[in-house]
């Protein structure tokens, strides 16, 4: 699912930017960090794209939020990183860690990217058959319809990949305006 968390989290960023604009310089910034927190929530698993990224650190920040989580929710993988707080504490880190070099509206627009995509990454994880039962979590009982939902890699994944692709597409080339 790489290619497709990295794409709705640029869709997303692009969206983002079509609905509440940045200044013009923030929104290649926007749409990247909004792609790249996609992969935040499967920093706990030891083989996903993430953990793998930047050894020895995200190895060893695998490790602490797999502990993490299975000690908040029951679960090591899928479980507290594919919510709405930790997606939310991940904006907040960004804003955070931005301001120490860049002020203002920098910040902030990094924050606010960072923690839609980490979010828009675990929603992309409700859709697979495998599902996410954290993805609104602390909220219960909101999920995906289990006939809607599709095989990682399979035909569904390809479809919303093209759906993804033309979306960015209308809204790279302003076709969809809000």
């Given at each position: 699912m790489g290619?497709?968390?990295?794409?709705?989290?640029?869709?997303?960023g692009?969206a983002?930017c079509?609905?509440?604009?940045p200044?013009?310089?923030?929104?290649?910034?926007?749409?990247v960090?909004?792609a790249?927190?996609?992969?935040?929530?499967d920093?706990d698993?030891p083989s996903?794209?993430a953990?793998?990224s930047?050894?020895?650190v995200?190895?060893l920040l695998c490790?602490?939020?797999?502990w993490?989580?299975?000690?908040?929710t029951g679960?090591?993988h899928r479980?507290?990183?594919?919510?709405?707080?930790?997606a939310?504490?991940?904006?907040?880190?960004?804003?955070w860690?931005?301001?120490?070099?860049?002020?203002?509206?920098?910040?902030?627009?990094?924050g606010?990217?960072?923690?839609?995509?980490?979010?828009?990454?675990a929603?992309?994880?409700?859709l697979t058959?495998?599902?996410?039962?954290f993805?609104?979590?602390?909220?219960?009982?909101?999920?995906?319809?289990?006939a809607l939902?599709?095989?990682?890699?399979g035909?569904g994944?390809h479809?919303?990949?093209g759906?993804?692709?033309?979306?960015?597409?209308?809204?790279?080339t302003g076709?969809?305006a809000f």
């Amino acid at each position: 699912m790489g290619r497709t968390h990295a794409l709705s989290g640029a869709v997303l960023g692009l969206a983002v930017c079509s609905a509440v604009p940045p200044p013009p310089v923030l929104v290649p910034v926007v749409v990247v960090v909004c792609a790249l927190a996609a992969f935040a929530p499967d920093l706990d698993h030891p083989s996903s794209v993430a953990a793998r990224s930047l050894p020895p650190v995200t190895w060893l920040l695998c490790r602490a939020i797999r502990w993490l989580s299975r000690v908040t929710t029951g679960v090591s993988h899928r479980g507290l990183s594919h919510s709405p707080v930790f997606a939310a504490a991940v904006g907040l880190l960004a804003w955070w860690g931005t301001g120490f070099l860049l002020s203002g509206e920098t910040a902030v627009w990094t924050g606010v990217a960072a923690g839609a995509g980490c979010w828009v990454g675990a929603i992309g994880d409700e859709l697979t058959s495998n599902g996410n039962r954290f993805a609104f979590w602390p909220l219960e009982g909101i999920r995906w319809p289990r006939a809607l939902r599709f095989r990682t890699g399979g035909t569904g994944e390809h479809v919303v990949v093209g759906l993804l692709a033309v979306t960015g597409v209308a809204l790279l080339t302003g076709t969809w305006a809000f």
